[in-house]
């Protein structure tokens, strides 16, 4: 069966660096593309980050943008998130998801907390 | 960036009984339009993506209907477990976005 598992995340201080990582498995992960989606503590869902199946497509929300770099390592069946600069309002829990257009698989999520 | 918005934002509904979702975009999404289910402390869930196709495994008490800028998500005779938040969410244009949810709650 289809499985993404997120690990990474952790408290950091403002303005510091993070890597969020996403393994999957029981899918052919070179043959999709994937995302990143966060929730804030109480909110709603809030796309981040795209990547095409085969990498050479990138795509970031506004709020992201400069900040966080997404790539993939098919060889690895994993996606990364590069998170820079952070701030307070990145603190959410980070979902990684299977897709381009809608989002049919996802893992349960790793919490950032971005606080001094 | 297209606005999704959603109403109600909470619907309370009993057991057994129908329910239906609203979402609005602020521009034209074509049937690009996909519904998600959320319980607490878990991922989200694709329902319907094409605003009218089920997911794999979701049962056809669920629909969507629209295009353009107007669909809704019906859910015929409530389960228990269907008591949840839902989202709507637009990939017709980057960047993707998200409604603001509605919360169905036991009545």
């Known amino acids: 069966q289809v499985q993404l598992v997120e690990s990474g995340g952790g408290v950091v201080q403002p303005g510091r660096s993070l890597r969020l990582s996403c393994g999957g498995s029981?899918?052919?992960?070179?043959?999709?593309?994937m995302a990143w989606v966060r929730q804030a503590p109480g909110q709603g869902l809030e796309w981040v980050a795209a990547?095409?199946?085969?990498?050479?497509?990138?795509y970031n929300g506004d709020s992201v943008k400069g900040r966080f770099t997404i790539s993939r390592d098919s060889s690895k069946n994993t996606l990364f998130l590069q998170m820079n600069s952070l701030r307070p309002e990145d603190t959410a829990v980070y979902y990684c998801?299977?897709?381009?257009?809608?989002?049919?698989?996802w893992g349960q999520g790793t919490l950032v907390t971005v606080s001094s | 960036e297209i606005v999704m918005t959603q109403s109600p934002a909470t619907l309370s509904v009993s057991p057994g009984e129908r329910a239906t979702l609203s979402c609005r975009a602020s521009?034209?999404?074509?049937?690009?339009l996909a519904w998600y289910q959320q319980k607490p402390g878990q991922a989200p869930r694709l329902l319907i993506y094409?605003?009218?196709t089920r997911a794999t495994a979701i049962p056809d008490r669920f629909s969507g209907s629209g295009s353009g800028t107007e669909f809704t998500l019906t859910i015929t005779s409530l389960q228990s477990e269907d008591f949840a938040v839902y989202y709507c969410?637009?990939?017709?244009?980057?960047?993707?976005?998200f409604g603001p949810g509605t919360k169905v709650d036991i009545k």
């Open positions: 094409g605003a009218s």
């Open positions: 998801a299977r897709g381009l257009g809608w989002f049919d698989y």
């Open positions: 969410q637009q990939y017709n244009n980057w960047p993707r976005t």
């Open positions: 990547i095409s199946y085969d990498g050479s497509n990138k």
């Open positions: 029981g899918f052919t992960f070179s043959s999709y593309a």
């Open positions: 521009q034209s999404v074509s049937s690009n």
